[in-house]
């Protein structure tokens, strides 16, 4: 089932980018103000995944205004990628990065999860940050990703998830119907853009769901964690050894 944000005759991906592109000047505020701060934890965790592999080079797709591709200057790379298919919001985030003075190391680039405009094998790790939910083709994308990950290197998927406990389940679920959508669409004016996410995590593979996705696609050392009991999820999977013949 595909979830668009304004359910027009454009394509999902079409959708995405003007829902961005519409919340762009908006979104870091918004995001840090309903995830309550939580969602830089969950980078930071996340981020850390990679921290034994001491990746040079790294791909952050679905990037946004760059969050995670800040983050990802822990790991001391010597390049970072942003990648987002929303003009709007890389604007936003090259401020953002001459502002932190790291637009010598981190590059927005505007381009498409589904096309990724590089070369096979150039990336020593690759991050996402809630973004794999809203790809058009989630496996085309997912392959692309591997495509573009050296042999040995490792993705790191950070997406919503649904938590399954008491009280969280409850307590996120009235959360993400209600107090998202009211402060997102008053504080965005984007009154579908905030109702999408609930609706998208909703319908999204998580899991054992999602697990099997990756590995379908060619991903090996496949593995998850939660955080935060359950309201967001962290993938890992890693690229096989080319051995050579």
Not at 117 to 142: H, I, M, Q, S
Not at 155 to 183: C, D, H, M
């Amino acid at each position: 089932m595909t979830v668009k944000p304004y359910n027009t005759d454009k394509s999902k991906k079409e959708e995405v980018a003007e829902m961005f592109n519409n919340i762009s000047a908006r979104y870091d505020f918004l995001n840090h103000f309903l995830s309550l701060g939580i969602d830089h934890l969950w980078r930071k965790k996340a981020v850390k995944q990679l921290t034994s592999l001491k990746p040079k080079v790294i791909l952050d797709i679905a990037t946004g205004t760059g969050d995670f591709a800040i983050a990802c200057m822990k790991l001391n790379p010597t390049e970072v990628i942003g990648l987002d298919i929303s003009s709007g919001m890389l604007e936003v985030g090259k401020k953002k990065m001459q502002m932190k003075k790291l637009d010598d190391t981190i590059k927005m680039c505007l381009g498409d999860s589904e096309q990724i405009p590089f070369e096979a094998n150039y990336f020593d790790a690759l991050t996402v940050g809630f973004g794999v939910r809203n790809f058009e083709n989630l496996e085309k994308g997912l392959a692309e990703m591997l495509r573009v990950l050296k042999p040995e290197g490792k993705a790191v998927i950070l997406e919503f998830s649904k938590p399954k406990k008491f009280p969280i389940k409850q307590t996120f679920n009235f959360y993400s119907k209600y107090f998202i959508p009211f402060f997102g669409k008053r504080i965005s004016k984007d009154e579908k853009a905030y109702a999408y996410l609930p609706e998208s995590v909703a319908v999204f593979p998580e899991g054992k769901e999602f697990e099997s996705i990756l590995h379908k696609v060619g991903y090996v050392n496949i593995s998850s964690m939660l955080v935060s009991g359950g309201i967001a999820t962290i993938y890992m999977g890693s690229k096989v050894v080319q051995h050579s013949s």
